[in-house]
């Protein structure tokens, strides 16, 4: 098994993270420094900082943040304003994804590595919708061009649904998440975006959750995020 689907499923942190860790040269195998795409074989001693992963059973958290602006959403505990610091949950959780230090809004975080990785896999096109305040009106134009694909990073964005909510603010659904995409998008045509905040990832809302709160999700909620996730 890869090293990073390994240490994702016993719940410690996330594929990324793994690969992050791994580039430190924090994680070994056997007593040597483990390298990327290295494999785990029955038997292999793994450590992390030279301490053992947590194994067992344990139970399965799942976590809707309302993440304000300035907290950074990584395990890493040397920087400052990191999100599992903030949150201060008394066992290991990570980020599902990320949403930058300059935006607010839904944020889930987990101990289940698995939920992580089919989640993140862009291909499966999860919505994620996010309400967006930017320097000037939005036009019938803008809303078009947003809608249809916007080139940034070399690439084309997916088309995706827009709509205006008043002169400055849009609502935008999202199936893919390249890195600062909203910001990156509007930059393209002329705009610089204010306020952004994400509301929804597929049938998780804030509902009402205050910002800088975070609740346990219903097991409904839950149920049918699972089923989706099949």
Not at 7 to 28: K, M, N, V
Not at 52 to 57: F, K, L, M, T, V
């Amino acid at each position: 098994m890869r090293i990073n689907k390994y240490i994702s499923e016993t719940g410690f942190c996330s594929r990324r993270e793994t690969d992050r860790l791994i580039a430190a040269g924090r994680i070994t195998i056997n007593g040597k420094v483990c390298e990327k795409g290295a494999d785990v074989e029955p038997g292999d001693i793994v450590l992390i900082d030279g301490k053992a992963i947590p194994q067992g059973d344990r139970e399965s958290v799942y976590l809707a943040l309302n993440k304000p602006i300035g907290i950074v959403c990584t395990a890493a505990q040397q920087v400052k304003g990191n999100i599992i610091q903030y949150v201060n949950y008394p066992s290991r959780i990570f980020a599902v994804g990320r949403l930058d230090k300059d935006s607010e809004g839904l944020i889930l975080l987990t101990n289940d590595g698995g939920i992580v990785n089919k989640m993140m896999r862009s291909e499966h096109n999860h919505e994620k919708e996010y309400v967006v305040t930017v320097d000037k009106p939005v036009t019938d134009e803008f809303i078009r061009l947003m809608s249809q694909g916007v080139e940034i990073l070399d690439v084309v964005t997916k088309p995706c649904e827009v709509y205006r909510d008043s002169e400055n603010v849009f609502r935008i659904i999202l199936t893919q998440g390249l890195n600062l995409q909203i910001r990156r998008m509007c930059k393209a045509l002329g705009y610089r975006v204010l306020k952004l905040e994400r509301i929804r990832i597929m049938n998780i809302t804030l509902d009402q959750l205050e910002r800088g709160q975070w609740r346990h999700l219903e097991k409904r909620e839950l149920d049918l995020l699972l089923s989706r996730l099949e």
